[in-house]
């Protein structure tokens, strides 16, 4: 098979939202702490309605009939999640029911886990299937779903929620170019989630961000000499149209991209224009590591790279500002987002995707685009637009007291939601009951 990649997707995230802003003036930090300096808008948030099963079951049912799938024709189902419910039972075989009445239970895969890379890895997973000897000829489907949600205190404007269904299969419109990807894995407790009774990750939230960026470094520098091995010549940032990178929060996404521009110039000055490299220049004899620690640079690096920024990266970055971290769903949420604003300009474009998972996972990897019809039709598909209208404001004290209802949720049985129905959009799964065995039922609204 030739030429693959995703041939449709869908998003999904819960209804209800709470304003950053408002959150800023409730936690009684500086004005402009979340939306400015960490760059977020709104946080969406599951009620106890929802889950991250729920909210699989609902987008991956949404793909199969707004595209038409016949059920049958999946042979392939991966889970991209870090939300632990059952722990040993995958949230793919949840979402089984939802073929039960095709008959289909010849379906490959189970869950990837780890930290926001869950859904990389279940993609990676997907192609090779497709790519394979052990390709039957049908589709596959990838879905990347998390309710990210933190303790009270500085971590918790970063949590969000959110899933993304993609069907992959050949002859595809968003094709990914398999010879071209940077990982880079290492040992590292930066976020981790030890507590089995807590939904709560434990985290080291400034290890984390250097992590992340040393894995930008890392990841960039590989993808780099890859591309240079199978094209013959160097990579730049000119050769990308757009990057997309993972999304706890906007800033370390803005502070990403400015260490991209940075190793450009690091590996070459004539990779980036005069002006820019003049300012880079004071910096050039900085350790990799302090590289890293130096605030000036870390500036400086983001005024060079704002023009940019603001064109390679700012049409990739509605969703992940308007929802939040969505854990393993961010990255592809971003995806979403520039196909929703650049459907008829993409067709022949590359863009640079870098996926992060703490603990940790990373990797650099690229795809083109091709077949623009498709891609508006994705793009009309998902609807973005409508799915953003129709949510609902509520307030940060409601936020934190259904914060304190979940935690009450995590882990428990024998109970039925409390939360009313009238957060749910149509067609939206549900929990209906957590019975005394910890099972749980489903149904769509
Ligand atoms: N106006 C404008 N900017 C402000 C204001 C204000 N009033 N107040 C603070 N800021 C800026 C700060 O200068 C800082 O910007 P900088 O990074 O450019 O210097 C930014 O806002 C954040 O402020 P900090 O004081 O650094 O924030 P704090 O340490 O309280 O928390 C953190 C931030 C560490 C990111 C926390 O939210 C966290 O732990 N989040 C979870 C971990 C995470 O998301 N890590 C990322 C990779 S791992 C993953 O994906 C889970």
């Known amino acids: 098979p030739q030429n693959v990649g995703i041939l449709a997707m869908d998003v999904y995230f819960p209804a209800s939202y709470v304003s950053q802003e408002e959150l800023e003036e409730h936690d009684g930090v500086s004005k402009g702490k979340y939306t400015i300096g ?70 490959e895969g189970v869950d990837s886990t780890n930290a926001c890379y869950g859904g990389t890895a279940a993609l990676q997973n997907c192609l090779n299937w497709v790519e394979s000897s052990a390709w039957d000829g049908r589709y596959a489907i990838v879905v990347a779903a998390d309710s990210a949600v933190y303790a009270e205190g500085p971590a918790r404007p970063t949590g969000g929620a959110g899933a993304v269904a993609m069907l992959i299969g050949p002859d595809a419109p968003i094709v990914f170019e398999r010879r071209l990807s940077g990982t880079h894995m290492a040992n590292a407790y930066d976020f981790y989630k030890p507590n089995l009774a807590s939904e709560y990750p434990v985290v080291d939230g400034k290890l984390s961000q250097t992590c992340y960026l040393q894995a930008v470094d890392s990841c960039y520098r590989r993808f780099c000499l890859k591309y240079e091995k199978f094209a013959g010549k160097p990579f730049t940032l000119s050769d990308a149209s757009y990057v997309i990178c993972h999304a706890p929060y906007n800033k370390l996404v803005q502070k990403s991209f400015a260490r991209l521009v940075y190793n450009d110039y690091l590996r070459n000055a004539s990779f980036v224009d005069e002006e ?18 130096n605030r000036d ?21 509605m969703l992940p500002k308007e929802l939040g971290n969505m854990y393993c769903a961010s990255l592809y949420a971003g995806l979403a987002t520039l196909v929703h604003n650049k459907s008829s300009s993409l067709d022949g474009e590359r863009i640079l995707m870098f996926s992060y998972g703490s603990g940790l996972a990373a990797s650099l990897f690229s795809c083109k685009f091709t077949g623009g019809q498709k891609l508006s039709e994705i793009a009309e598909k998902m609807d973005i637009v409508a799915k953003l209208d129709s949510r609902i404001a509520v307030t940060p004290k409601e936020f934190v007291e259904t914060m ?41 609204y």
Request: aromatic fraction near 8%; include cysteine.
């Open 38 to 107: 960490l760059g977020q808008d709104r946080l969406a948030f599951c009620t106890d309605l929802e889950d991250v099963i729920s909210m699989s079951l609902t987008v991956v049912k949404s793909l199969l009939e707004k595209y038409e799938i016949p059920a049958d024709r999946i042979g392939r189902l991966e889970v991209g999640s870090e939300t632990v419910i059952d722990k040993s039972k995958a949230i793919k075989t949840s979402l089984m029911q939802l073929f039960e009445d095709s008959g289909n239970g010849d379906i």
């Open 276 to 293: 820019a490299g003049a300012r880079f220049q004071p910096f050039a004899i900085l350790s990799p590591t302090d590289s890293l620690l």
């Open 297 to 317: 640079l870390e500036k400086v690096s983001q005024e060079v790279a704002k023009k940019q920024y603001n064109e390679k990266v700012g049409p990739t970055t």
């Open 404 to 444: 304190h209802l979940m935690e009450t949720r995590y882990g428990a049985k024998d109970y039925t939601p409390i939360s009313s129905k009238s957060t749910l959009r149509p067609s939206t799964f549900y929990i209906t009951q957590v019975d005394a065995l910890y099972r749980r039922t489903y149904e769509r």
